[in-house]
């Protein structure tokens, strides 16, 4: 009964190889964030979409891109992908307005070799 | 520029003793404060909040304080439990609903 699916769970790529990630919710919540956590790091917002309105970090890398089909699923996909960017990737979602709570899925770990 | 920041990586404690985790902020927009945990190879899980309008809340072995004078917050779990042993991270809402995490400390329950 998980209610925020991320797959794969584990990814390794080569350098410059194509990835997407996914993330699938049956919470019905508004807004779906991609976040980017290195080791030892605080988790990095990368972009959120509230409903189908699309937020970009203003220093989140081109080589990042997002896409909502529908409310339930989002895709992250790195188009070229370094090794800067070996990673845990985490989707969460939260409700929408007046929610205070980040609901986390249980993350897409990309080595980039 | 961190904007939430948990300054000790790692805490030790014995079974049943009190663990106390720490997390400080500088932006005094921040409306709303969590707590999440996290084991290895799982995403985080919330496990207690706390609205700026109030200084305290309780759940259970675990309670939270926040201190807006000092912008201090900080997480109680006593009794400690073996299975407390997890990556706890500090977070914090701004009124533009944006989410600002800490680095997270690593908590070991000794038994």
């Known amino acids: 009964d998980a209610m925020v699916i991320q797959n794969p769970r584990y990814q390794v790529t080569q350098f410059g190889k194509p990835v997407t990630l996914s993330c699938s919710q049956t919470?019905?919540?508004?807004?779906m964030y991609w976040y980017q956590q290195k080791s030892s790091q605080a988790p990095k917002l990368l972009f959120h979409?509230?409903?189908?309105?699309?937020?970009n970090e203003a220093d989140t890398p081109d080589n990042f891109q997002s896409r909502r089909p529908n409310t339930s699923f989002c895709f992250l996909d790195i188009r070229s992908p370094g090794l800067g960017d070996t990673a845990m990737y985490l989707c969460?979602?939260?409700?929408?307005?007046?929610?205070?709570?980040?609901?986390f899925g249980a993350g897409s770990r990309l080595t980039v070799l | 520029d961190q904007q939430v920041k948990q300054n000790s990586p790692s805490l030790s404690v014995q079974e049943g003793r009190i663990s106390i985790l720490n997390c400080d902020y500088t932006?005094?927009?921040?409306?709303?404060f969590l707590w999440y945990k996290k084991y290895p190879a799982e995403g985080p899980t919330f496990l207690i909040s706390?609205?700026?309008?109030?200084d305290k809340n309780e759940d259970g072995r675990f309670t939270v304080f926040l201190n807006k004078s000092a912008k201090h917050l900080s997480l109680h779990i006593v009794p400690s439990q073996p299975g407390d042993s997890a990556v706890y991270f500090c977070?914090?809402?701004?009124?533009?609903?944006?989410?600002?995490f800490g680095t997270g400390t690593s908590l070991t329950v000794i038994p």
């Open positions: 969460a979602t939260r409700l929408g307005s007046g929610a205070n709570v980040l609901t």
């Open positions: 919470l019905n919540h508004n807004v």
């Open positions: 979409y509230y409903d189908k309105d699309f937020n």
């Open positions: 932006n005094s927009m921040f409306d709303y």
């Open positions: 706390i609205s700026s309008i109030k």
């Open positions: 977070a914090a809402k701004d009124t533009g609903n944006q989410f600002y």
